[in-house]
């Protein structure tokens, strides 16, 4: 069973730095993009972040400068950098990725359980 599985969520003051990761474990036979979304309570879930498979990125405006996306092939892992924390990125945090699976050959659109963020005044 093909799967993501995220870490690193936690509770931070405002002006604090967090890591996410997200690992995809199983029988994989590639990954395409791969990214990060929030969802505030109340709020709709919004894209923060992606990087595709050759490292192109893009982020959201409210992110922009204090969000860094990154990913490691080699560990079937992406990553975010939250630097400048603001109350406003309080959220629950989800990884999304589009895997091809190597039993069956066929891509599925995995998200991960979520991790949360909480900032802090």
């Known amino acids: 069973q093909v799967q993501l599985v995220e870490s690193g969520g936690g509770l931070v003051q405002a002006g604090g730095s967090l890591r996410l990761s997200c690992a995809a474990s199983?029988?994989?036979?590639?990954?395409?993009?791969m990214a990060w979304y929030r969802q505030a309570p109340g709020k709709r879930r919004e894209l923060v972040a992606s990087v595709t498979s050759r490292d192109s990125t893009q982020y959201a405006d409210s992110v922009k400068g204090r969000f860094t996306i990154s990913r490691d092939n080699a560990k079937n892992t992406v990553y975010l950098q939250m630097n400048n924390l603001k109350p406003g990125d309080t959220a629950v945090y989800y990884c999304?990725?589009?895997?091809?699976?190597?039993?069956?050959?066929?891509?599925?659109?995995?998200w991960g359980q979520g991790t949360l963020v909480t900032v802090s005044t």
């Open positions: 199983g029988s994989i036979f590639a990954i395409n993009a």
């Open positions: 999304n990725a589009g895997v091809r699976e190597r039993l069956l050959s066929r891509w599925l659109d995995l």
